[in-house]
């Protein structure tokens, strides 16, 4: 079987050009968070399943990949 060069529904590469302006609006978006005190947090880009299918879950089961 063939893998699939077609990028996953709502994800597309970020090529050389449109990266630079990426960053450079996301520098200037948190150096004007820093200037009103506020301070970066990240959080994971994965979740445990049991915490987005439980009835809280709402929308979100439409928008699991599974």
């Known amino acids: 079987m063939a893998l699939s060069k077609k990028p996953v529904n709502g994800m597309k590469d970020i090529l050389p050009e449109e990266m630079q302006i990426r960053d450079y609006v996301q520098q200037v978006i948190k150096e004007t968070y ?11 880009c994965m979740e445990n399943i049991a915490n987005l299918s439980s009835k809280q879950g709402g929308e979100n089961e439409k928008l699991i990949l599974k």
């Open 34 to 44: 820093r200037n009103f005190g506020f301070t970066q947090i990240e959080t994971p």
